[in-house]
């Protein structure tokens, strides 16, 4: 575990860890619907290039390669998508981000780390919003739309309809039929207005530390001028 990491970015593996571990339950054992598995199977695989990546990345940074790769080849078979028994082999990332985790001196200092960067911490929880958002609208809208002549009812749909209501792009949207797909539909609509109000505050928040950026630049070359 690459112990510079941000403890918010190990978070985010933890939750995507957990989330992955629940889904094959559910896909295995409580889900029948084709569709419904497609669309698990779709996201697995984004969380998968989340994995792949990560596990790129760690080994990059690694001190001893091999040391790593001692461990580090679990993650690495884990986080190739649809091999469900090699999907188990992620138990190993959760129990060694937890492990880091609970290495962090006291809860205090992890609540103080997310009260030290406003930003991580934000982002963290408009990440954590869409992604759950957006992953159990589009399973369950395949469910709430079975028994009507709706046109959302492949996987393709269902994640197509979730993304442009995100979007907010209504002209282009399968409206769904039923009460609770309409509810739902409300939902992503409000999520997609956070989401674009965090991509908002985060470009002013970037304008703004460049224009002090700037003025900071313009009162050194005064000060070099009148000294």
Not at 10 to 27: D, G, K, R, T
Not at 30 to 56: A, M
Not at 87 to 114: E, M, N, P, Q, T
Request: charged share 20%.
């Amino acid at each position: 575990m690459n112990e510079s990491r941000s403890p918010l970015y190990n978070l985010v593996l933890v939750f995507l860890s957990i989330y992955v571990l629940s889904a094959l339950v559910v896909e295995s054992f409580f889900i029948s619907d084709p569709e419904v598995k497609r669309v698990l199977q779709f996201i697995d695989l984004i969380v998968c290039v989340i994995f792949l990546s990560d596990f790129f990345y760690c080994l990059l940074k690694a001190e001893s390669k091999k040391r790593y790769l001692k461990w580090g080849w679990i993650d690495f078979v884990s986080s190739i998508p649809a091999i469900d028994p090699l999907r188990w082999g992620r138990i190993s990332k959760l129990v060694r981000i937890i492990r880091y985790l609970r290495a962090i001196k006291s809860i205090k200092i992890l609540i103080s780390s997310l009260h030290a960067s406003k930003y991580e911490t934000l982002s963290l929880c408009i990440f954590l919003i869409v992604f759950v958002s957006f992953t159990l609208s589009s399973a369950f809208i395949l469910e709430f739309e079975r028994h009507y002549d709706s046109s959302i009812d492949t996987a393709e749909a269902a994640l197509w309809w979730a993304f442009l209501n995100i979007m907010n792009a209504k002209a282009s949207i399968n409206q769904a039929l039923s009460a609770e797909g309409v509810f739902m539909t409300t939902i992503l609509n409000k999520v997609g207005l956070i989401l674009f109000a965090y991509f908002n505050s985060m470009l002013i928040a970037w304008l703004v530390v460049q224009k002090q950026q700037q003025v900071k630049n313009q009162d050194v070359v005064v000060n070099e001028e009148a000294s």
